[in-house]
């Protein structure tokens, strides 16, 4: 394998892992303040299909970005106020949200199947687009790729440095202190649900407006669900969501890196690849009890209602 | 002024009216769709709803429908009992026609009168394999049930997908995705002349039957039902969580399994690699809107198989997205749960404003 296949490898692992990226932040976040949003495959099947509507039909990529962030945020919005204030089930209504989006974005996108995109170009950043190897591998991509290398960084600072950090925290590790000290919870966890969603959204549309440029049907397949499984992985840390991404890309495109080790494979065994490295990174990182216990936000999946506080 | 109070106990009247609130509100739902999209609300609702029960060859094919999600539904109710997070209804399936076909094919020139039960067992076997992988993950790693059954949802496809491209593709099939036809002894037997209901809408009664005896009547049953109600409590009187965890998840891993080789040896006849239109999915809102109880699945399985039916035929009439159906699906769901608030809330109307 020489060194130019390796340079394409790791570029498409960068491009193949951004999806996964945007929609794991946004799922982390949510889950750090204690609520578990199982309906992230539903989000970003809407804000594909709506992101590809709003851009075939505007001719405007910038405006199916912001479409596909707003579609998510009103997915999750309806999950919002069927956990936080009805107090349903948060891996049902989850299992609902996924079931709904699936059939809804099939049925808006059922006149644009097979459509094509134009899709955002790649923009080589000046200067550091020329570093041997490097450059080609991280300077060379789209905006939105960009965006997500801005938003990874944002959330390790704001998780970290900030109150608004510490709030968040606080929220998902004991309600009823932060409620105490005087803390929205609510308030604070509809705004980490919706954050979530424009997240899943804007995951979608880098599906229908970059990765392949175009909708179809359940066009995700399952990369919803690897995000949540990425998240355990990363142990609930920012920074290693994104290390945890491009792996999961890696796996993703494992049928390039076969190539150039010249071994053939059926590609519909690879396909499996990317879940089965999903389990298997489930049952690495959880075996360990005591540690996840340690690491998981304590009251995430757990109700909380303030008229219940005395 | 209307107050939302707590209730003191839930209300058993609430458990059933719920359902039927969440499907009329669904209904009010889809109404107002078909208005905004243009399609004459009554006629779509019609072609829903009524028609797939019109005439005895609809009949026919509702019953078909309810076969599977009735398996797949009366397992699921049992594990989500126990608290077993189990969504790979659609795995196991899948799963149970790709290894009952792989027997079904084994077995094309056999005239043994055993073929046919010996490739019903290779499918639940396949079946059990598939739910049993999570399980033991589970069990053993504490890994996350939800997530891995999922990603064996997807394996199972992709295997199916495979197998289908590759050792079982017919050879005579002019590279098709698709095993050479099954012999007629692997073939389950229809029950009536004109109608395709075969035996295993038979296997789906009887497993739903099964699913209530073992739920009411037995210790294991009891068990299981402490188990969801109480997880410490059930520990504190001895259960074994475990055992039960294990027992719940291969009994729906072989009904599952069941579900899958009949479609495969039943209407289809052949291994194709789109087996199921989602029906592992579906099966959960089959088994929330039969409030977890294995013969409450057959009410909502007959109402879900309408709405497939409903689905195609709105797509061939009057030219509805058939998608429609599991948009439905997940709005009925979210109806459900928001319904269920009033389980172990009421509303109260008083008078005064409060404060």
Redesign the interface.
Known sequence: MDADLIVQILFAAIKTGTPLLFIALGEVICEKTGVLN?GQE?MMLMGAVVGFLAAYSTGNMGFGVIAAMLMGSIMSL?FAV?VLH????Q???G?????????????VG?DYVGKTLQGFQPIAIPVLSDIPYLGRIIFNHDILVYFSFFMTGLLIFVVNKTRLGLTIKAVGENPNAANAIGIKVLKVRYLAVMFGGAMAGISGAYMSLVYTPMWV?GMT??RG?IA??LV?FASWRVGRIMLGAYLFGLASIMHLVLQGLGLSI?P??L??LP??A??VV??I???D?FK?KLLAPRSLGKPFNPRNMA | MILIQARTEPSNTMKFVSPLLAVTLTLIFGGILFTAIGKSPVQALQVLLIAPLSDAYNIGEMFVKMGPLLLCAVGLSLCYRANMWNIGAEGQLLAGALGGSAAALYFIESESIFALPLTLIAGMLSGMICAAIPTYLKLRFNSNLILTTIMFNYIALYLLIWSVHGPLRDPQGYGFPESALFADNTLLPTLFEDSRIHLGVLFALIASVIGWFILTKTHLGFQVRVFGADESAAKYAGFKGNKLGWLVMLFAGALAGLAGVSETTGPIGQLVPNVSPGYGYSAIIVAYLGRLHPIGAIIAAVFMAVLYMGGDLAQIEMGIPVAVVSMFQGVLLFFLLACDFFINNRLTFTNQATN
């Open positions: 199982l539903g309806i069927l009805v107090g349903a089930n891996v049902a209504t299992l609902a949200l996924t079931i709904f989006g699936t059939g809804l974005s099939a049925f059922a049907e397949s399952g669900w949540l499984a355990v059926s519909n065994l396909a499996m879940y089965v999903t389990v489930m049952v990182i959880s075996a009890h996840e």
